[in-house]
């Protein structure tokens, strides 16, 4: 017996030491850290909630305020309702045990628990399965956080931890919540209703009404009377008096940029933040989204529209609205239209001629928009007005005002895909990921994907001068401990263009009277206040962009279908355009506009509108052209001359089509140019066709285009045989798969004046078409 008793002595003993040994052991770092555990509250820029962004767990969570001792009454009710040895127990309460086992013992099942606060906190900071070895390990935890932690430190972390129902955790939010105000100001009711809210939160639901949990706070009420924590006074006066439930009310305001806003704290450096401070002027967001609402509801064709609001000299996003309803979803709402890429049209066109203005063109210089093929990748396609007419010899300032695809094709032919690319990129367009190659100069017409947002940015890089920087959707934030955090920059603020080239670019934007013959006088772009603004209208109307800025703000809008649904022939001008004008014109209230540009910098010239040259005597016309100083032409227009006493037009060969078509050789005006040799504008030598199964020889022929002076007297023969051909009208040829060459003979040549060998791919036609 002595021995057996001397092994049981030595077994106490050693658990006894191994007991204090492991309560002896010091916390781990970090064992008390909510990191990950706290809901962000998100606010507009006067302060009211937007959101509060849900925990990492799920939850609502915000801490008691550090600076501040543990709400009295809270102590108080949840030391009474919990465990009212708190103060004098190691962490575990011998007598709530013995008494526990007790009365599960008469019971013959588990009526009563003996965890402490303390207990219940080792639970939550450090998890266990609910059995025995479970227990016993939460026993062994809570003796060791009370033997490094003051009482104050350990009923503060388990405050911030409890939960109270619906998702919340922590009475400071639960105040917020059930009561709207702060864990600090509420009554001993109150905080007695969360104390029976911990006891049991599936059954005890507050906004399930007053009387539903009345008896509940009773009780806890009379277990702090018991406990000499109330008189018997103010347990009569706190059971009878209001409880001031607020109604459930979780704010959702902006919701595409608080969605957008959680993944993307981290990547800004607030990943530890619990506060968060948007940049949003909450009057402006508020009348932005009834401008979606109602443009969209006025006109049928419009699936769903996007806008972003900016302010041009910080950077801030003053409104952000993603589809015109985040819960329709019917219409896919909950897509984010700012941040998700899609086809821009013409939308780029912009830094395509900025970067043309920046190495030697100028507004007046003359483009071609003629039909013209272009070759890219071992196959070609032809690019196409929106009016679908040839405009011929074109100035810069026309063709990107009036929105011409075919210059701007051949613009970007001229100056390199890879050069304009390089411009985007640096301007913020990151999403063209793709190469140059990829691309061809189908860039300019939008055949990248790019998002509303990189837009946005990118136009307010032209309201600066041409320098891009970052748009800021976060004023400040702070920490659980209230530290201030900086958000970081989403990229480094960067010049893309020259200043004085963007200056006569945003001149151009600007223009009322040079996009006139495209869109008329009386348009959505025509605003009370100058405004640089560019359209863009994707293949099969599927997207619509109109983006543009006044010095102080840019404004950027997408309408479309998220699903790519095409819209009916609805174009940028007339799908966003509208809804533009409403939210500039909105964005500008109570701001006074400053001139977009100032004039006085350029030079002006008084120029020939069809040569861009220095009008002439012999011009019909002329108009003033301003210009970088330095960069005016010199020479005179040679279109316009005067031959043996009779006025004549000279456009050249490269024009002479063109001219033909508009009726110009048949007036009193002549198209000469004698001396340049004809030849193909279309096709060109090395061009490979791909032929469609299935679909008719005829339906898939090739275009034929002819340059030349003098086309009388010219013959086509393909592949060695006559074929029919009227030089002055385009023709197309039906040609089966292999290569073929195309010969142009003049009358009285031994040879071809011109010779072009294609290849023609693909699989075997299908029937011709009736």
Not at 577 to 592: E, K, N, Y
Request: with cysteine; proline share 7%; aromatic share 6%.
């Amino acid at each position: 017996m002595r021995i057996a008793a001397r092994v049981a002595l030595a077994c106490a003993l050693s658990g006894v030491l191994g007991v204090l040994g492991f309560a002896a052991l010091p916390l781990p770092d970090g064992l008390l850290d909510p990191e990950g555990q706290l809901s962000v509250q998100v606010t507009d820029r006067s302060g009211a909630l937007l959101r509060e962004l849900p925990s990492d767990e799920d939850s609502r969570s915000v801490l008691l305020p550090r600076e501040q001792p543990v709400p009295a009454v809270l102590r108080e009710t949840f030391i009474a309702s919990e465990d009212r040895r708190f103060e004098h127990h190691p962490g575990v309460d011998p007598l709530a045990v013995l008494r526990a086992l007790w009365s599960n013992l008469q019971a013959g099942r588990t009526v009563s628990g003996a965890s402490t606060l303390t207990q219940q906190l080792s639970r939550m900071v450090v998890p266990r399965p609910r059995t025995l070895a479970g227990k016993v390990h939460e026993a062994l935890w809570a003796l060791r956080l009370s033997a490094h932690l003051g009482r104050e430190d350990i009923l503060r972390a388990y405050l911030d931890r409890v939960a109270l129902g619906h998702d919340l955790v922590g009475v400071e939010a639960a105040s917020e919540a059930y009561f709207g105000r702060p864990a600090a100001s509420l009554s001993v009711g109150q905080a007695a209703l969360l104390a029976a809210i911990a006891r049991s939160p599936a059954r005890v639901d507050p906004w399930a009404g007053e009387s539903s949990v009345r008896a509940r706070v009773c009780e806890v009420l009379a277990r702090m009377r018991r406990t000499g924590r109330l008189d018997a006074e103010g347990e009569r006066v706190a059971a009878g008096g209001p409880l001031d439930i607020v109604h459930a009310r979780r704010p959702f305001g902006a919701p595409h940029l608080v969605t957008d806003l959680r993944p993307r704290l981290a990547g800004l450096g607030l990943g530890r933040a619990v506060s968060v401070s948007t940049t949003l002027d909450p009057a402006l967001q508020r009348d932005v989204e009834q401008a979606v609402r109602s443009e969209l509801a006025a006109d049928p064709r419009l699936g769903q529209a996007a806008v972003l609001v900016v302010d041009n000299v910080s950077g801030e996003v003053l409104a952000y609205v993603g589809s015109a309803d985040f819960l329709d979803r019917e219409r896919e709402g909950q897509n984010d239209g700012v941040r998700a890429r899609r086809q821009p049209g013409s939308a780029l066109k912009p830094f395509a001629y900025g970067l043309a203005l920046s190495s030697g063109w100028t507004a007046a210089s003359v483009l071609s928009d003629v039909e013209v093929e272009v070759g890219e990748a071992g196959a070609s396609w032809l690019p196409h007005n929106y009016d679908r007419r040839s405009h011929g010899p074109v100035r810069l300032r026309a063709a990107l005002a009036n929105s011409y695809n075919v210059p701007a094709v051949e613009l970007t032919e001229a100056l390199g895909p890879d050069r304009v690319l390089a411009v985007l990129r640096d301007a913020g367009f990151s999403s063209l990921e793709a190469s140059a190659e990829h691309y061809g100069a189908g860039l300019v017409l939008g055949n990248g994907d790019v998002s509303l947002w990189e837009m946005a940015r990118a136009y307010r890089g032209l309201a600066r001068g041409g320098v891009v920087g970052p748009l800021t959707l976060v004023t400040t934030a702070a920490d659980r401990w209230e530290n201030v955090l900086t958000p970081r920059a989403e990229l480094e603020t960067r010049r893309f263009l020259p200043e004085e080239a963007v200056a006569l670019l945003t001149d151009v934007l600007s223009d009322e009277t040079a996009r006139a013959p495209a869109f008329g006088l009386d348009n959505a772009l025509r605003l009370p206040f100058p405004v640089a603004a560019k359209t863009g209208t994707s293949r099969a109307y599927v997207d619509n962009w109109t983006v543009g800025f006044t010095r102080e703000r840019t404004v950027a809008v997408w309408v479309g279908n998220f699903d790519g649904r095409p819209m009916q022939r609805v174009s940028g001008i007339t799908g966003a355009g509208p809804l533009f004008s409403r939210v500039m014109r909105r964005a500008m209230r109570g701001v006074r506009p400053a001139p977009l540009v100032d004039r006085a910098r350029f030079t002006r010239v008084r120029i020939c509108p069809l040569s861009g040259h220095r009008a002439g005597e012999e011009c019909p016309g002329s108009y003033e052209e301003v210009f970088l100083p330095g960069t005016a032409p010199a020479e005179p227009c040679e279109m316009h001359r005067r031959l043996a006493g009779q006025a004549v037009l000279d456009v050249g060969p490269r024009f002479a089509a063109w001219a033909r078509r508009e009726g110009l050789a048949t007036t009193a005006v002549s198209v000469t140019g004698a001396g340049a040799r004809p030849t193909f504008g279309t096709p060109r030598d090395g061009d490979e066709f791909l032929l469609e199964a299935g679909i008719p020889l005829q339906s898939q022929s090739i275009p034929v285009r002819v340059l030349a002076a003098n086309p009388r007297g010219l013959h086509l023969r393909v592949d060695g045989a006559p074929a029919a051909f009227d030089p002055a009208h385009d023709v197309r040829l039906a040609l089966g798969p292999g290569s073929h060459t195309l010969e142009l003979w003049a009358e009285g040549d031994s040879g071809p004046a011109s010779r072009v060998q294609v290849r023609v791919r693909g699989g075997a036609p299908g029937p011709a078409s009736r």
